[in-house]
C-alpha cells in the first residue's frame, strides 16, 4: 500500500475524532461524544460478542461501521435525508474511500465490513447493529445521569 495513501487516510479518519455526534447536540449535551468516541465504545463491547460469533469479525465491523461518517457526517432520522438517500451518501463516501486507499484488498476489505453492516448480511453484522443501539442507550443513560438533561428525544 502507497504510504501516500494511508497518511491522507488517517487524515481522513481524524474526522472521526473531531465531528461530534448529532443527535447529542441537538439534545443540547454541551460536550457531545465525537464518532471516534462511539466506534471506539462499540469496539471494545464487540470483544465481548458471544462465543458463537466471530468476535474479530465483530470488532472489524464495529470498528468501520461508520467509518463514512468522516466524509458525510453524522446524518440523523431529524435531518430530513431519507434512509436510501443517507446509505446512496455514505455508499458514496466509502467508494471515495477506497479510491483513496488504492483499491487495494485492504480498501475492499474495509468497504465489504461496512456494506455487510449496513446491510446485516451476517450474524455478525446483526450483532453489532444491535450493539450499536445499546451503546446508544448507554450513553444516553450517561448524559442524563451527569447533566439531568432529558436526552430520551435521540430515540423518537
Request: aromatic share 6%; charged share 25%.
Amino acid at each position: 500500500m502507497n504510504p501516500k495513501n494511508v497518511i491522507q487516510f488517517a487524515h481522513l479518519i481524524e474526522e472521526l475524532k473531531l465531528k461530534k455526534r448529532t443527535g447529542w447536540i441537538n439534545s443540547g449535551i454541551e460536550l457531545p461524544e465525537s464518532i471516534s468516541d462511539h466506534m471506539h465504545r462499540m469496539s471494545l463491547l464487540a470483544l465481548l460478542a458471544p462465543p458463537t460469533l466471530n468476535k474479530s469479525r465483530c470488532v472489524e465491523i464495529a470498528s468501520t461501521h461508520d467509518i463514512a461518517e468522516s466524509i458525510v457526517g453524522d446524518i440523523t432520522p431529524f435531518d430530513g435525508i431519507s434512509k436510501q438517500e443517507k446509505h446512496s451518501l455514505e455508499a458514496d463516501a466509502m467508494t471515495r474511500i477506497q479510491d483513496m486507499l488504492g483499491n487495494t484488498e485492504h480498501a475492499k476489505h474495509i468497504h465489504e465490513l461496512w456494506l455487510e453492516y449496513e446491510n446485516c448480511s451476517s450474524d455478525e453484522a446483526r450483532f453489532v447493529k444491535d450493539l450499536d443501539k445499546v451503546e446508544m442507550l448507554i450513553q444516553a443513560f450517561e448524559y442524563e445521569k451527569s447533566t439531568l438533561l432529558d436526552v430520551g428525544g435521540v430515540f423518537l
